[in-house]
């Protein structure tokens, strides 16, 4: 049973940084896409950023490209959503996910998702 796990989120003020951890138990994951999603309150599931597993692809939405970057730790089977230069507007529950591609997470085909973690930025 493959299950990631979210941790970070918080309530922080605009400007401010934070950092999402999602942890995977249950397999290793070696050659998968690493997605970011968020959800808004009456507002529909977004895609935030996507990574292959090399780091050598990465799709973010245009909201915060430049602010935000995905990493990964392989030997802790963890992937991180940095944030920095928080606004308002990033308030949301963000979700991690996996997929098998870059391009399958970018249609939200995913194979496994988090459970969600809130993100409150005040102004």
């Known amino acids: 049973q493959v299950q990631l796990v979210e941790s970070g989120g918080g309530l922080v003020q605009a400007g401010g940084s934070l950092r999402l951890s999602c942890a995977a138990s249950?397999?290793?994951?070696?050659?998968?896409?690493m997605g970011w999603f968020r959800q808004a309150p009456g507002k529909e599931r977004e895609l935030v950023g996507v990574a292959s597993w090399s780091g050598y692809v990465t799709r973010f939405a245009d909201s915060v490209r430049g602010r935000f970057t995905i990493s990964r730790d392989t030997a802790k089977n963890t992937f991180y959503l940095q944030m920095n230069a928080l606004k308002f507007e990033d308030t949301a529950v963000y979700y991690c996910?996996?997929?098998?591609?870059?391009?399958?997470?970018?249609?939200?085909?995913?194979?496994?998702w988090g459970q969600g973690t809130q993100v409150t930025v005040s102004s």
């Open positions: 996910a996996v997929g098998d591609s870059v391009a399958a997470v970018l249609t939200t085909s995913v194979r496994y």
């Open positions: 249950g397999r290793t994951f070696s050659s998968y896409a």
